[in-house]
């Protein structure tokens, strides 16, 4: 294992930060970024002009790893090139293979793991220290809990809205699913937290309020005593009632357990969007049973009926796994035709990926990659369809669009409607007669549309 470097004469003080993954990697990357402002040191997303090179990586799958080793790879060139005085590695991938990572890159500076998150300034501070015939510093403790206090974030989305998150870990423990070896048993916290974090999210700026976790349905099952009546919809009730929100955005729902009173809370709360993202992963009885998703497809459809006549105008979002161990020709033929009966207005796919530690890693009856893939691209080719025909309804309509990247003289802005959540769903891009700030809701007339993006002009500006 090659050692920390002798040749540092000036303590490095600007810090490039690259963040990958997830909005709940994101939010662990925002309390990094804050972590390591306080500590004094010049954050920036800018490598050329760092001093220390920092990667918050997602070791979810293997194309998330992959993803992460190239920034990696990146970082050490830059390190041996002498452009960077140290490497640090953060987030997920070490949190669960840290010694991969170090037997890899083993002239790396520092290993990081998640449950260290609020240590990175005082790592990079000991890393520097390091004397050339020391190993390369570890601080991962893996066997400590992630901290749950997500307040102080220095925050990576624009200022006009922010991620809250609700829980931590996950209790679900689906058979191809990696997160719980990640991020541990499920862990909530307490309303009266989140109500507080979203308070201070609120008066920095955001008016869109996206609540995540692991599962956000099965927020408040951990608890104890009393505290138990306590459950997803009684928190976004809560959060309604916030001074200066004006979207309230719920992802990561599981349909095992999604309640009738979190379905009235769609129709009952102010600011709560008819936007409901559902991952399902599959349709089939037998491969949701091996999955462990505790649930049925005629489960699933009544959920998305009752959904449906709550809020006529629903926007559903949902993801779907392909090539999962086991899946014949017939079962993937009845995923086919349940993603043609229930036309989900937006629908993302993965291929499956087999994950060391995981249940299904394990089964019998692994599909090949190349059917795997094939099987992913059908199933977006029927997806694409859908949503063309879905989206084409819009033009002509006037929507309420927030702005999350301003134009100008060259060029147009880009958008949201209610119905686009960030990072995940299509844009609307926003032709205007003069540039949109950043965050301003505009109205704005469709004009043109296709499976992801819509196009329209600001009227009455």
């Not at 976004?236 to 095992?256: F, N, S």
């Amino acid at each position: 294992m090659n050692s920390q470097p002798s040749n540092i004469t000036n303590p490095p003080t600007v810090v490039g930060f690259v963040n990958l993954g997830c909005p709940k990697n994101l939010i662990d990357g925002e309390r990094m970024l804050a972590n390591l402002a306080l500590s004094g040191y010049v954050v920036t997303g800018d490598l050329d002009s760092a001093d220390v090179g920092v990667v918050n990586t997602c070791g979810f799958i293997e194309a998330a790893r992959d993803e992460a080793a190239e920034v990696i790879d990146e970082l050490m060139d830059r390190k041996r090139a002498g452009q960077l005085q140290l490497v640090v590695v953060a987030g997920c991938y070490p949190q669960r293979s840290y010694r991969e990572i170090l037997d890899r890159w083993p002239d790396v500076d520092a290993v990081v793991g998640l449950s260290a998150r609020n240590e990175l300034g005082h790592v990079i501070r000991r890393a520097v220290r390091q004397k050339s015939d020391e190993p390369v510093l570890c601080v991962c403790s893996c066997g400590k809990p992630i901290p749950f206090d997500d307040r102080e974030r220095l925050r990576l989305t624009p200022r006009h809205y922010a991620y809250l998150r609700v829980s931590e870990g996950c209790d679900n423990r689906c058979s191809y699913c990696s997160i719980p070896l990640i991020r541990g048993r499920l862990r909530s916290k307490p309303a009266a937290a989140i109500v507080e974090e979203g308070r201070e999210l609120l008066a920095d700026g955001a008016s869109e309020l996206i609540v995540i976790g692991q599962d956000t349905t099965a927020y408040g099952h951990d608890f104890k005593g009393n505290r138990r009546n306590t459950d997803i919809a009684t928190v976004l009730g809560k959060l309604d009632r916030l001074p200066g929100m004006h979207w309230l955005r719920l992802l990561y729902t599981h349909p095992a357990s999604f309640t009738d009173r979190l379905i009235g809370a769609f129709g009952e709360l102010e600011h709560l969007l008819p936007y409901v993202d559902l991952p399902l992963q599959h349709a089939s009885d037998p491969i949701l049973t091996s999955m462990g998703r505790r649930t049925t497809r005629a489960q699933i459809e009544a959920l998305i009926g009752k959904l449906r006549r709550e809020r006529p105008d629903l926007i559903l979002r949902t993801t779907m796994i392909v090539g999962y161990p086991g899946e014949s020709d017939a079962a993937f033929r009845e995923l086919l035709d349940f993603v043609r009966g229930m036309r989900f207005d937006r629908l993302g796919a993965f291929a499956y990926s087999s994950e060391p530690g995981t249940r299904a890693a394990d089964l019998p009856n692994q599909v090949p990659g190349p059917v795997r893939q094939q099987r992913y691209d059908e199933l977006m080719s029927l997806q694409q369809s859908i949503a063309t025909e879905i989206q084409q309804q819009a033009v002509g309509q006037c929507l309420d669009v927030t702005i999350d990247r301003g134009g100008d003289e060259t060029g147009p802005s880009h958008g949201r409607f209610w119905g686009q959540a960030p990072d995940i769903d299509g844009m609307t891009v926003v032709r205007s007669s003069s540039p949109l700030p950043c965050g301003r809701s505009v109205r704005v007339r469709i004009t043109a549309a296709d499976a992801y993006d819509l196009e329209g002009e600001a009227v009455g500006e």
